[in-house]
């Protein structure tokens, strides 16, 4: 799939939101979009999706392409069973095998004993697996996740930690933003960056992937072997690899006197040379 000299603004008079994007989207990919808030991430998902058409330039060679918005619209007239084989008849399955996909899911999420309840009165959570579900059921070759995993319990992140690993393994592509910079880091081929309307590659580290700011304070002496920064007083900075996150967290959590975490961000690219 393929992204050309793409630009959208909302309204003839509005901003550009994206301007001039250009973006390969080759199969097996698991890409990341990040960005400020309102810097147009959804945008660019939506438009990835074919929710939304871009103002200018072109967009090809979609392929069949599932999407979980960031706001799921729970008031539709539908129980969670029967929104799901429903999705699923829309992208083409039989009704069978879209039946048997929908309660897979659902006791994935471990929901099935919300089969039968009317979307509008499931709590926000299971509203959301439903959300995440309708968009599985479909088995896409292209899925897009905005903040899907947000709302979701920690088993419900992993499931769907899982099956965006069985798309990609499967040759599909996936798209996501997430708030956590540690989402999907061991899966993430590739990252892009929204930034002033343009969507700019995120260099991949020494370690292939995207790195992570973290900062502490509290502790002591910092963990042996760790490379920090000079922070304030009291304060620890430290930037590793994304998916080494996890591990250098349970150290400064396991430190004595344990170091208190403040804040978990991905760090900035290099700005490009002018
Ligand atoms: N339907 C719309 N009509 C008018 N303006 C819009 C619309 N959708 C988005 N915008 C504007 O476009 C800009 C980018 O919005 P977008 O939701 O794509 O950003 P985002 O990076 O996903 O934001 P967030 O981090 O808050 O989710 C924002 O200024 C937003 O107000």
């Given at each position: 799939m393929r992204l050309e000299a793409v630009g959208r603004r909302y309204g003839?008079?509005?901003?550009?939101?994206?301007?001039?994007v250009d973006l390969d989207v080759p199969g097996g990919q698991v890409l990341r979009v990040e960005g400020a808030n309102g810097s147009g991430k959804s945008t660019v998902l939506r438009i990835l999706a074919g929710i939304d058409r871009p103002t200018t330039g072109r967009v090809s060679g979609r392929p069949r392409t599932a999407y979980v918005p960031?706001?799921?619209?729970?008031?539709?007239?539908?129980?969670a069973h029967g929104y799901l084989v429903h999705l699923g008849r829309v992208h083409g399955l039989g009704g069978r095998t879209a039946a048997r996909r929908a309660e897979r899911w659902l006791e994935c999420f471990g929901?099935?004993?919300?089969?039968?309840?009317p979307l509008a009165q499931l709590s926000k959570g299971t509203c959301q697996k439903v959300a995440v579900a309708q968009a599985l059921v479909?088995?896409?070759e292209l899925l897009v996740l905005d903040?899907?995993?947000?709302?979701?319990d920690e088993d419900a992140r992993a499931v769907l930690d899982d099956a965006v690993r069985a798309r990609s393994a499967a040759g599909g592509t996936v798209v996501f933003v997430d708030h956590?910079?540690?989402?999907?880091a061991a899966d993430t081929t590739a990252a892009h960056r929204v930034q002033d309307a343009r969507l700019v590659p995120v260099p991949p580290d020494a370690a292939g992937g995207p790195r992570v700011v973290i900062e502490a304070t509290g502790g002591g002496v910092p963990p042996a072997g760790l490379a920090y920064e000079p922070a304030a007083p009291g304060t620890l900075q430290v930037t590793v690899p994304a998916a080494e996150s996890d591990a250098v967290l349970r150290r400064l959590l396991a430190a004595a006197p344990p170091w208190h975490i403040r804040s978990v961000r991905p760090a900035q690219p290099p700005t490009e040379p002018a």
């Open positions: 003839a008079r509005g901003p550009w939101v994206l301007r001039g960031e706001r799921f619209p729970p008031a539709l007239p539908f129980d929901i099935a004993g919300y089969a039968r309840t479909a088995e896409p903040e899907a995993w947000t709302g979701l956590d910079p540690r989402r999907l």
